[in-house]
């Protein structure tokens, strides 16, 4: 195989964004869309571009059988049965060779545990896809310290943050369908994201041994009257019932197998963050080095005066997430390249064609939403989670945080 079919599951924001990046990317064409919202303009941008000649197709089962890989763009809440009609379709015949699977591989670790089981159970080759891991500022700077590091000693620190004003569809916001709030869907990026900076060069994306677990969950914008009317008039969604948090902040601390030595990383993540718009922000701190990313610097800006602005307001061109169209504005010149998107799909694509499963496998999706829920437990029962401890383990596997099962009001308003 030469050229890698790609079947997408799921035609809206993210999927525009990866299509976006896919022009960036060699030996892969897009052959199938689910027919489903979005569909139709993203095979006509597919075919604009020379990305394929995708065709729609009303069920999975097809999808399955006119592509090499599926990828699941689709909300958390439809994963889980999209996943079980993959699985059933290879086992029918499709010749299907791996699977894709957004952020977040579940909204528990029932549910992420059951992807891993289906995908291995088809025998597909999996890619979890988690594109901050893939991000060449991070990742350059890293290459740039490893001298450094081998000398001094391992990074000891690293800090995460992804923050925006608040999500675009309303299913985001029901934390009963996305599986809570913004800590089940930024803060699997930036636990990750910790956890791949701290990591030793040359050693495996699951190295560091998570061993405890602090964390704090809170709904400091959209809980306030004004704003909760706001919500409900957009999204339809109620936040005096069934709110999800809008910030979390906590501490995973990690052990070297090797050394014994305890590393930290901080993640924060909000939806009330009203500057610009999407800002990630990643620093770490070494003996004696350091580094630091900060999507909001740009060597590109744009400045907009209050007479000229007319034109320009609600575009989102400039910046993912962008909160306004006046003023001295960040601009990207290649946002799908900036965030990761082009480097995960060549990952996968390059992957797969070896026959292999990607950089970041099913099992390590498993792995990010075991932390995402053990950080909801931290900040539910208010205390450090020891994550070596056999009970802890054992009450995470069917553990489901109060706030996805819309019971958020009971800790987030007292
Ligand atoms: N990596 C990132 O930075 C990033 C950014 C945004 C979203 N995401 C993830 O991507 C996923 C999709 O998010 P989005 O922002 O594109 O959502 P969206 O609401 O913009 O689009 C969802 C798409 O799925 C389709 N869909 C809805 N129900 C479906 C079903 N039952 N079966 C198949 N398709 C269905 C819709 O028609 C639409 O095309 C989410 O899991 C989200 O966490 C990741």
């Given at each position: 195989?030469?050229t890698?079919k790609l079947?997408?599951v799921?035609?809206g924001f993210?999927a525009?964004?990866?299509?976006?990046a896919?022009?960036?990317?060699?030996h892969?064409?897009?052959?199938?869309?689910?027919?489903?919202?979005?569909a139709?303009?993203?095979?006509?941008?597919a075919?604009?571009?020379?990305l394929?000649?995708p065709?729609?197709?009303?069920?999975i089962?097809?999808?399955c059988?006119?592509?090499?890989?599926?990828?699941?763009f689709s909300?958390?809440?439809?994963r889980l049965?999209?996943?079980?009609?993959i699985?059933?379709?290879v086992?029918?015949?499709a010749?299907?060779?791996g699977?894709?699977?957004?952020?977040p591989?579940g909204?528990t670790?029932?549910?992420a545990?059951?992807?891993?089981?289906?995908?291995?159970?088809?025998?597909?080759l999996?890619?979890?896809f988690?594109?901050?891991?893939h991000?060449?500022?991070?990742?350059n700077a890293?290459?740039q310290?490893?001298?450094?590091?081998k000398?001094m000693g391992?990074f000891t620190l690293?800090?995460?943050?992804e923050?925006?004003?608040g999500?675009?569809?309303?299913?985001?916001?029901?934390?009963t369908?996305?599986?809570?709030?913004?800590?089940?869907?930024?803060?699997?990026?930036?636990?990750?994201?910790?956890r791949?900076?701290?990591?030793p060069?040359?050693k495996?994306?699951?190295?560091?041994k998570?061993?405890?677990?602090?964390?704090?969950?809170?709904?400091?914008?959209?809980?306030?009257?004004?704003?909760r009317d706001?919500?409900?008039?957009k999204?339809?969604?109620?936040?005096?019932k069934t709110?999800?948090?809008?910030?979390v902040?906590?501490i995973?601390?990690?052990?070297?197998?090797?050394?014994?030595?305890?590393?930290?990383g901080q993640f924060?993540?909000?939806?009330m963050?009203?500057?610009?718009?999407?800002?990630?922000?990643?620093?770490?701190i070494?003996?004696?080095?350091?580094?630091?990313?900060?999507?909001l610097?740009?060597?590109?800006?744009i400045f907009v005066?209050?007479?000229?602005?007319?034109?320009?307001?609600?575009?989102?061109?400039?910046?993912?997430?962008s909160?306004?169209?006046?003023?001295?504005?960040?601009?990207?010149?290649?946002e799908?390249d900036?965030y990761?998107?082009t480097?995960?799909t060549?990952d996968?694509v390059?992957?797969?064609l070896?026959g292999?499963?990607?950089f970041?496998?099913f099992e390590?999706g498993?792995e990010?939403t075991?932390?995402v829920q053990?950080?909801?437990?931290a900040a539910e029962?208010g205390?450090?989670?020891?994550?070596?401890?056999a009970?802890?383990q054992k009450e995470?596997?069917t553990?489901?945080s109060?706030?996805?099962?819309?019971?958020g009001?009971?800790?987030l308003?007292?």
């Open positions: 195989m030469k890698l079947g997408y799921g035609s993210i525009k964004f990866l299509a976006i896919m022009k960036q990317v060699r892969c064409e897009l052959s199938a869309i689910y027919e489903r919202s979005g139709a303009e993203l095979a006509k941008y075919k604009e571009n020379r394929g000649e065709k729609l197709y009303d069920s089962t097809e999808i059988n006119h592509c090499d890989a599926i990828v699941i909300p958390n809440y439809t049965a999209i996943m079980e009609e699985a059933d379709a086992k029918a015949g010749p299907l060779k699977v894709i699977c957004e952020k591989l909204r670790v029932e549910e545990e059951k992807m891993v089981e289906l995908a291995r159970g088809a025998d597909l999996t890619c979890y988690e594109n901050q891991l991000m060449n500022a991070i990742n890293l290459a310290l490893r001298p450094q590091q000398v391992d690293a800090r995460s943050t923050e925006h004003a999500p675009h569809s309303a299913w985001f916001w029901d934390p369908r996305q599986g809570g709030g913004v800590l089940s869907d930024m803060g699997c990026h930036s636990i990750a994201v910790c791949h900076i701290l990591t060069e040359g495996p994306n699951t190295f560091l998570p061993v405890a677990m602090q964390c704090d969950t809170s709904l400091l914008k959209w809980g306030q009257p004004k704003y706001q919500l409900k008039e999204f339809g969604v109620d936040y005096s709110p999800a948090e809008d910030f902040t906590g995973i601390t990690f052990k070297n197998p090797e050394t014994g030595q305890l590393v930290k924060t993540n909000s939806w963050y009203d500057k610009q718009g999407l800002r990630l922000w990643m620093d770490a070494g003996p004696g080095y350091a580094m630091e990313v900060n999507s610097i740009s060597p590109a800006e005066g209050d007479e000229a602005a007319e034109g320009v307001a609600d575009a989102e061109t400039a910046l993912e997430k909160t306004a169209s006046r003023g001295l504005l960040a601009l990207h010149n290649n799908a900036f990761g998107y480097t995960e060549q996968a390059d992957s797969f070896r292999e499963d990607a970041l496998d390590y498993l990010t075991r932390l053990a950080a909801y437990m029962k205390q450090t989670i020891d994550l070596t401890d009970s802890v995470l596997k553990y489901r109060l706030i996805s099962q819309g019971k009001a009971d800790i308003f007292s």
